[in-house]
């Protein structure tokens, strides 16, 4: 699956920036899409995830909770992030994610990654 990510940037502290990905499918075809995020000398984190199979909901990291919400254009299958009130501890790679579930075993969920878009936070 070849996820195309794009929108990152250098932004001021307070402004804002909104990230895009699209798949080259359905959206309904996967478990959940979303964005994870990694910053220098850190794990991965999830930033939000739209969970796709069952009941549709979002989740969302803790510490973007509340400022970064993300949204689905179904059509386009592409998921968007609009990230408000950036602050500089913001500043990380932002990855585009898809987990499909496995063919034999549906309860087990493979990931599939964007290349990663930049996204600098700096007065």
């Known amino acids: 699956v070849q996820l195309q990510a794009s929108g990152g940037g250098l932004v001021q502290p307070g402004e804002s920036l909104r990230l895009s990905c699209t798949a080259p499918?359905?959206?309904?075809?996967?478990?959940?899409m979303g964005w994870y995020r990694q910053s220098p000398g850190k794990q991965r984190e999830l930033v939000a995830n739209?969970?796709?199979?069952?009941?549709?909901?979002?989740i969302y990291g803790e510490s973007v909770e509340g400022r970064f919400p993300i949204s689905r254009d179904n059509a386009k299958n592409t998921v968007y992030l609009r990230m408000n009130y950036l602050r500089p501890e913001d500043t990380a790679v932002y990855y585009c994610?898809?987990?499909?579930?496995?063919?034999?075993?549906?309860?087990?969920?493979?990931?599939?990654w964007g290349q990663g878009t930049q996204v600098t936070v700096s007065s």
């Open positions: 994610n898809v987990k499909i579930p496995e063919p034999t075993d549906r309860t087990r969920l493979r990931d599939y």
């Open positions: 499918e359905s959206i309904f075809s996967f478990a959940s």
């Open positions: 739209i969970i796709l199979n069952g009941n549709i909901r979002t």
